[in-house]
């Protein structure tokens, strides 16, 4: 993550968001604001983009990301291509020279500390 914070590009800041929600890059890297709850301000991923076919609501600050993207695009993470950001994950890793790590760790990480450290319900 400090690697990451250290970097000015919209790669580095979907690959920490995708990190900090436990979310699939694909997930992040298709993330828009028009699925994010006025309400509660929390973004919701719709069943048809869920590798389980539910709906997902993910809880965090997005203020600061919202203030942060260009031109206040659709995208959370707007970028020349979806296909850039879509494998940028692996890319950014690489240019990093972190090969020991992948997006889909970060993600398996997440749900194995949730169902060791926490009383929530595998789904949740």
């Given at each position: 993550m400090?690697?990451?914070r250290e970097?000015?590009?919209m790669d580095a800041r979907?690959?920490?968001f995708t990190i900090l929600t436990g979310v699939r890059t694909s997930e992040a890297t298709?993330?828009?604001w028009?699925?994010?709850a006025p309400v509660t301000k929390g973004w919701i991923?719709?069943?048809n983009r869920m590798k389980g076919g539910r709906e997902h609501r993910v809880h965090y600050l997005l203020r600061q990301l919202r203030s942060g993207t260009v031109a206040r695009t659709i995208l959370f993470f707007p970028a020349n291509s979806r296909d850039h950001l879509f494998n940028m994950a692996l890319m950014l890793l690489r240019r990093m020279r972190r090969d020991d790590l992948t997006a889909h760790g970060f993600c398996a990480s997440c749900k194995t500390r949730a169902s060791e450290q926490t009383r929530c319900k595998r789904e949740i």
């Open positions: 400090v690697e990451l970097r000015n590009a979907a690959l920490q298709g993330a828009t028009d699925k994010v991923i719709p069943e």
